[in-house]
């Protein structure tokens, strides 16, 4: 089996879990039996299961940024294809977010990634190596209110239109950031 398809199968493993039990309530051993390998298998791909769903959270992540970065979406289409993902997997996510703590927190991780890859999207249109202070910290404070107001929406029921939500999301971003995104 691929590299690939096997951190799929324990990745896919791990979610049915989740539907279950707390993530952090769950072992190596259950995810890799679960998958049909040995918890050496697991361990050949991934340090631990927290590693295991940052990878798959940086996946999409780069998959949704590298049509952006092409010009196939838009920011506003680039927010609706996060959410998607979110929708689509809420009940795993809300686990996540629920049961993740200190530096292996599902909202730390994703946080800090969505920051990063705003702040390269950044960099990138800039041709820059690195962003002035002001910026970083308006991409800080923009990447982890799109991660708390995602997290609130799942667990208040999604009481407000995904559509609408992208809209605040967009129209919430600084100005600074929307000269060179848009």
């Not at 799929?8 to 493993?13: G, Y």
């Not at 798959?56 to 506003?76: H, L, M, P, T």
């Amino acid at each position: 089996m691929k590299s690939k398809d096997t951190k799929e199968l324990l990745k896919n493993s791990l979610i049915e879990l989740a539907r279950k039990k707390p993530v952090d309530k769950i072992t190596i051993k259950q995810v890799s039996e679960n998958a049909g390998v040995t918890s050496q298998t697991f361990y050949n791909h991934f340090s631990d299961k927290y590693d295991m769903v940052h990878w798959a959270y940086k996946k999409r992540v780069d998959e949704i940024f590298e049509k952006y970065k092409n010009g196939e979406i838009g920011w506003k289409e680039l927010l609706d294809a996060f959410l998607v993902g979110y929708e689509k997997n809420s009940r795993f996510i809300l686990n996540a977010f629920n049961n993740t703590y200190g530096e292996d927190s599902y909202a730390s991780k994703t946080g800090s990634y969505l920051c990063q890859s705003i702040d390269n999207e950044l960099k990138r249109r800039l041709g820059v190596d690195e962003l002035d202070e002001e910026l970083s910290i308006l991409t800080k404070i923009y990447a982890s209110g799109i991660i708390n107001i995602i997290a609130y929406w799942l667990n208040e029921g999604r009481d407000i239109d995904k559509d609408k939500l992208i809209d605040y999301i967009d129209e919430s971003m600084p100005g600074k950031i929307r000269e060179i995104i848009y």
